[in-house]
Each structure stands twice: as C-alpha cells, then as structure tokens.
T-cell receptor, first 113, second 116 residues
Framework: DAGVTQSPTHLIKTRGQHVTLRCSPI?????VSWYQQVLGQGPQFIFQ???????GRGNFPDRFSARQFPNYSSELNVNALLLGDSALYLC????????????FGPGTRLTVL | AQSVTQPDIHITVSEGASLELRCNYS??????LFWYVQSPGQGLQLLLK??????LVQGIKGFEAEFKRSQSSFNLRKPSVHWSDAAEYFC??????????????FGKGTHLIIQP
C-alpha cells in the first residue's frame, strides 16, 4: 500500500512568488495535517483538515492557506514568499481527526531565493 | 501552552551500547506522546506512542519509552544500538481529546551519532 505522497520533492522559488504543495494521504485516511520544518528544528504545525474542513491552525500568517478535496488530498498554498519560508514542508495523514497515528510523507523541500 | 523539551541536541553512543534519549513535556491535560525518527532527507517515522494504560510502551526497531507523569517525562530507550539507528529523533505531544485542533507539538530533536 502506498504511504503519504507529496509533490514536488524539491522546489526553488524567489521572494514574492506563490507556491502550491500537494499531498495525497494514505487510502482511507480522512485527516491531513501540514507542518513546516526549518533546518535544525522540529516540525511546526500549520493546518489540520478533516472532511474538507479546517479543524486546526497553527501560528502562521495569512499568507499560508490550505484546502482538502473530496478525495481527501490536500494543497498547501503560500503567497508572497519570504526567505524565511525556506523549509521542509511535511504532510501527515491519519484515519480521523483525533490522534490516531499520524503518518508522515517524505516532505517537499522549498528553497526561497 | 503545550511544549516539549529535548535537552540533548547531540548524543554519541558506541554501537552495541544502550541508549536513552530524554524528553520532557508541558501539557495541561492528559497528553498523547510520541517518538518519531527522521533519517537525512526523509519524512518522520513513528517509533512508538503513548495514549493511556501501561506506562512502558514498546515500539518498532527495539525501542521502548516510559511515561512518568510525576516527572512529565517520556524518555526513549534502546538496550543495544545499531549503526542504522543514527538519525534525528523527535519527541512530540498532542491533545488527548478528539479535537486534535492544535496539531502535534514537537521538540527540537536529538541528533544521534553511532560510533563504530
């Protein structure tokens, strides 16, 4: 069975641009969460979606947005990119919104120049 | 606010020796506690989790962790490490209730180095 998949693997953008990152959860999982991991730090929670609705949001600016589709896949959008947005963006899926195990994808490495 | 402290940024252990990675948490309610491992360039793999019940939990790859409520700790242990255990280890805490709206809170990680 496929695990959590994310695309693209790597991405290079310049300041001020917009980026869209994609995530497909494990089949049957209805909840998707997004995390930002800056080099040398632990992941930081950005969003959680369940059944296409936002169920939680971390302390990130409004430049960050996300959505979940009927097939439970998800997109993370970041507008007006800053150098500080350079990070590994991790997607995690779980069966429900409660803390069953969260399964993480390999991440998308975003570099902002 | 919930928080996780991993006091050791780096730990070096000889292959075959025992390992203990420390984790202290701050959380107002009954926590979910997790240990994840991350190899270079990879995502996070769940090693083990604690929700309730027996305070000593067994995980994959021979790891175990003990929940001590009085010390707000959830230390990870392994009796004999292998070179393949070299990686970054993260402790995380999440809410026990079904809300899940706050996401997991991670520590800054402990980098494990294995000496031959």
């Amino acid at each position: 069975d496929a695990g959590v998949t994310q695309s693209p693997t790597h991405l290079i953008k310049t300041r001020g641009q917009h980026v869209t990152l994609r995530c497909s959860p494990i089949s049957g999982h209805k909840s998707v969460s997004w995390y930002q991991q800056v080099l040398g730090q632990g992941p930081q929670f950005i969003f959680q979606y369940y059944e296409k609705e936002e169920r939680g949001r971390g302390n990130f600016p409004d430049r960050f947005s996300a959505r979940q589709f009927p097939n439970y896949s998800s997109e993370l959008n970041v507008n007006a990119l800053l150098l500080g947005d350079s990070a590994l963006y991790l997607c995690a899926s779980s069966l429900e919104v409660a803390y069953n195990e969260q399964f993480f994808g390999p991440g998308t490495r975003l570099t902002v120049l | 606010a919930q928080s996780v402290t991993q006091p050791d940024i780096h730990i070096t252990v000889s292959e075959g020796a025992s390992l203990e990675l420390r984790c202290n948490y701050s959380y107002g309610a009954t926590p979910y506690l997790f240990w994840y491992v991350q190899s270079p360039g990879q995502g996070l793999q769940l090693l083990l989790k604690y929700f309730s019940g027996d305070t000593l939990v067994q995980g994959i790859k021979g790891f175990e962790a003990e929940f001590k409520r009085s010390q707000s700790s959830f230390n990870l242990r392994k009796p004999s490490v292998h070179w393949s255990d070299a990686a970054e280890y993260f402790c995380a805490v999440g809410p026990y209730s079904g809300g899940g709206a706050d996401g997991l809170t991670f520590g800054k990680g402990t980098h494990l180095i294995i000496q031959p």
